[in-house]
T-cell receptor
Framework: QQQVKQSPQSLIVQKGGISIINCAYE??????FPWYQQFPGKGPALLIA?????SEKKEGRFTISFNKSAKQFSLHIMDSQPGDSATYFC???????????FGAGTRLTVKP | GAGVSQSPRYKVAKRGQDVALRCDPI?????LFWYQQALGQGPEFLTY????????KSGLPSDRFFAERPEGSVSTLKIQRTQQEDSAVYLC???????????FGQGTRLTVV
């Protein structure tokens, strides 16, 4: 049972465009919100994470926007590249890794 | 190796058979997690170890699932009397401690026929 709802299920973006993936959660006890990138046949790899004391975090082309009152957070990938094509998962937990709850995933395809 | 290693990579089991999945965490990592990932879904938490202590097993779906980490390093997830609904990728992750980044292995794909 997913406690974190993620959308869209799939996303197609042109090279150079912006990819946006959204997540919503219910449990206000969550205090750690990571995004993971997963390539076929590989395990998820941490991309970027945020805590609720900030509204935005940027690392290179990847930005997390966090809205605590709405219990929503999103991943923005700027200047999307074909190499970004992968499945992206948002997640939430209490205290970093503890009992992390994942969204259902978004399959991103970046067309050259 | 430098990363989390899981074996076997693929396992086909007949319904009713017992299986054992192995996880070798990154050396020195105290925390170890098991997740189940059904096809097209996100990982779902199964259980968590800190060293050899199993601190949280709230995600184990039934008493057919059992995990251990007797010496605080290698962990084994055992599934008894496998059912078709157990078919999934089983992911193991480890972290230096509870509050640092968790690194995932490539997973074991279990297919129950």
């Amino acid at each position: 049972q997913q406690q974190v709802k993620q959308s869209p299920q799939s996303l197609i973006v042109q090279k150079g465009g912006i990819s946006i993936i959204n997540c919503a959660y219910e449990n206000t006890a969550f205090d750690y919100f990571p995004w993971y990138q997963q390539f076929p046949g590989k395990g998820p790899a941490l991309l970027i994470a945020i805590r609720p004391d900030v509204s935005e975090k940027k690392e290179g082309r990847f930005t997390i926007s966090f809205n605590k009152s709405a219990k929503q957070f999103s991943l923005h990938i700027m200047d999307s590249q074909p190499g970004d094509s992968a499945t992206y998962f948002c997640a939430a937990s209490r205290g970093n890794n503890n009992d992390m709850r994942f969204g259902a995933g978004t399959r991103l395809t970046v067309k050259p | 190796g430098a990363g989390v290693s899981q074996s076997p990579r693929y396992k086909v089991a007949k319904r009713g058979q017992d299986v054992a999945l192995r996880c070798d965490p990154i050396s020195g990592h105290v925390s170890l997690f098991w997740y189940q990932q059904a096809l097209g879904q996100g990982p779902e938490f199964l259980t968590y170890f800190q060293n050899e202590a199993q601190l949280d097993k709230s995600g184990l779906p039934s008493d057919r699932f059992f995990a251990e980490r007797p010496e605080g390093s290698v962990s084994t997830l055992k599934i008894q009397r496998t059912q078709q609904e157990d078919s999934a990728v089983y992911l193991c992750a480890s972290s230096l401690d509870r509050d640092t980044e968790a690194f995932f292995g490539q997973g074991t794909r279990l297919t129950v026929v």
